[in-house]
């Protein structure tokens, strides 16, 4: 498993793109561990555990459409609470 994770979100901050597209494992373990249930299973899956995303949606029963929307929402969150550290 690699050390680094992609999470492809980056925000603009007073004119400076804070880039986050190489994040340490156990920072993101640890800010994954923060998120919902329902963001954490998907946020699991897709961005640690690196499982593709028919895996997911089948191991979770939801709609692949409603796996990306979660994805995002984790993606955000997660980006966030790296922010405020």
């Given amino acids: 498993m690699s050390d680094f994770f992609d999470l492809d979100i980056s925000f603009e901050d007073d004119g400076e793109k804070l880039d986050l597209s190489k994040i340490p494992a156990k920072d993101l373990l640890a ?11 998907v946020a699991m899956g897709v961005l640690y555990q690196k499982r593709t995303f028919s895996d ?7 709609r692949q459409s409603e796996l990306v929307t979660r994805l995002h929402r984790a993606q955000l969150a997660i980006s966030m609470h790296l922010m405020r550290r």
């Fill in 31 to 41: 800010a994954i561990e923060t998120l919902p249930d329902s963001l954490r299973e």
């Fill in 56 to 62: 997911v949606s089948q191991a979770l029963a939801i």
